[in-house]
């Protein structure tokens, strides 16, 4: 099965070939017909199926057919990061429409957007954003023929839902409604009954990791994760590393900490400006950073096909946001390791991973960490000096006996 048996119109077809899209991927040869046919849609997904392009790649196609201006397609996204990320898509597999998208979302100046609106095609959106240029009278959405939300179980993580609800007001009632989600918590079940009418259901790859994707265990004291880190980043050959942590506070002190330790990294936390942010972004894409420190809302929209590595610096709180954690690697045939910090307080959650995964998850231990060691008056006791097995890819020797000095000194 090719692109070709969808029957884009030539334009959108043109996109595809140049984009390099050959085979669709389950959700798109799933999600694409019915929404090609204008029925609701409820899509299933984890991230990293493909599922931007499943409802990006129609959406031209029925804005090429339709001779009307103005905005006539809103995808709301719970974060800068992912409806930069969708933004992209629109440009690059509509780059031979000439159909305009435009991002909408706060942090950044109004004025500019207000002016890309007057001639936009397809608006991608943060709620919050949305909301402001509705009471400013700032966008005309009369015109809309197909809504998406993207990421709902997120949106509703957020918060966003009652703003969801503001905006629906504010939409015309005959439209195409799509909406996809990772999982489906009680109400965002209930959010789709409002907004889909009896919709397709697409339901691709049941909550499980990819099968390139090995999991560890690291068992270790509250107080003394951050030595295990560097220790574990001083012994195992690793190229980009993502490193999840449960608060943005944790996030921003443990990049400098790597920082410190002569580790190219940089933190990704709802505290940063957009320019900061963006920039965090890039430069893990491009290697600039070889690690990345977030946490699970500022990671969505991480679109990385290269990264060797996750870290659970902390485990996350259900056994779906694992899954979401470690599908950043594995991707495209490229095998992957996860490894999760584990404190005596995580029995249950690992219980719950276990199930899940329907199997025991590893325990690991490194023989040249202390794991004894006691905590000081600053949080973390000194780790002993030890020479790496493997250099880091970008670091030197001479870096790594640093790592192994400098986690003397600093504490978690």
């Known amino acids: 099965m090719n692109f070709e048996v969808f029957n ?3 334009t959108v077809a043109a996109g595809v070939l140049e984009a390099g899209y050959i085979t669709p991927t389950p959700i798109q040869a799933k999600a694409i017909p019915p929404i090609l046919k204008r029925c609701d849609v409820m899509g299933l997904a984890q991230t990293g199926t493909g599922k931007t392009a499943a409802f990006v790649l129609p959406i031209l196609n029925r804005l090429m057919g ?64 949305l ?39 504010h939409l015309p009632q005959k439209r195409q409604a799509l909406l ?9 079940r209930r959010l789709s009954g409002e907004i889909l009418r009896n919709p397709t259901t697409v339901k691709i790859g049941e909550t499980a990791p990819a099968d390139t994707v090995s999991h ?31 608060t943005k506070h944790r996030a921003r002190n443990l990049g ?19 320019g900061k942010r963006q920039a965090a972004m890039d430069g ?37 946001a694992y899954i979401h954690r470690i599908g950043r690697t594995g991707r495209a045939d490229r095998s992957g390791e996860a490894f999760t910090f584990v404190t005596e307080e995580d029995k249950d959650m690992v219980r719950a991973i276990n199930r899940i995964l329907d199997s025991n998850i590893e325990k690991r231990t490194l023989p040249t960490f202390d794991y004894k060691a006691q905590a000081s008056n600053r949080g973390e006791s000194p780790q002993r000096k030890r020479k790496p097995r493997h250099t880091f890819p970008g670091v030197n020797k001479h870096r790594n006996r640093k790592v192994s000095r400098v986690s003397n000194r600093i504490q978690a």
């Open 8 to 10: 884009f119109h030539p």
């Open 66 to 129: 339709d001779t009307k201006g103005g905005i006539r397609a809103l995808i709301m996204a719970p974060t800068r990061e992912l409806a930069e990320q969708i933004h992209q898509a629109v440009e690059i597999l509509g780059r031979k429409t000439r159909l305009k998208s435009v991002t909408i979302y706060g942090g950044v100046n109004i004025n500019p957007q207000i002016k890309k609106l007057k001639h936009a095609d397809i608006v991608v959106a943060c709620p919050g954003r």
């Open 131 to 169: 909301l402001d240029h509705i009471g400013r009278h700032t966008i005309n959405l009369s015109q809309l023929k197909v809504l998406v939300l993207d990421e709902a179980d997120q949106m509703f993580d957020m918060g966003f839902l009652p703003d969801i609800r503001r905006i629906l007001a």
């Open 180 to 188: 996809f989600s990772a999982t489906m918590p009680t109400e965002i």
């Open 216 to 246: 560890a265990l690291y068992p270790v004291a509250q107080h003394l994760k951050t030595g295990l880190l560097l220790n574990l980043l001083g012994t195992t050959s690793a190229g980009s590393v993502l490193v999840f942590t449960r």
């Open 256 to 274: 400098k900490k790597l920082s410190v330790a002569g580790y190219r990294s940089a933190s990704l936390q709802g505290n940063l400006s957009q």
């Open 284 to 320: 893990f894409r491009d290697g600039t950073f070889q690690i990345l420190v977030a946490t699970d809302i500022a990671a969505r929209g991480i679109d990385v096909t290269k990264v060797s590595h996750v870290i659970n610096y902390d485990i996350p709180s259900t056994p779906e």
